[in-house]
């Protein structure tokens, strides 16, 4: 279900760590997903600020799946969902 949510809203999604944390500490996330095989010592920060903004934080199971839901040809550790 996830990743189907993430394909349909393309054009609102923001890949990456980095990215998703700005984001998230502007105020722009709805939402964020998490690949369970990306790097938890990377993605920490991410769930935490997440707990804290009290945004919702789903677990996906796989980087390379995240990444292709969102278009690209590479895995994607995290992805935020604009509101």
């Known amino acids: 279900m996830s ?6 809203v393309k054009s609102q999604t923001i890949i990456g760590l ?11 996330i709805s939402e964020v997903y998490i690949a369970e095989d990306a790097d938890r010592h ?3 920060r991410i769930e935490e600020l997440a707990k804290t903004l009290d ?8 980087k390379k799946k995240l990444g292709a839901a969102c278009g690209i040809d590479v895995g994607a550790s995290t992805v ?3 509101k």
């Open 55 to 62: 945004i919702p934080c789903q677990r996906v199971d796989s």
């Open 80 to 82: 935020a969902i604009k």
């Open 42 to 44: 990377m993605t920490q």
């Open 18 to 28: 980095k990215q998703t944390l700005k984001a998230m500490k502007n105020g722009q």
């Open 3 to 8: 990743y189907e949510k993430v394909t349909h």
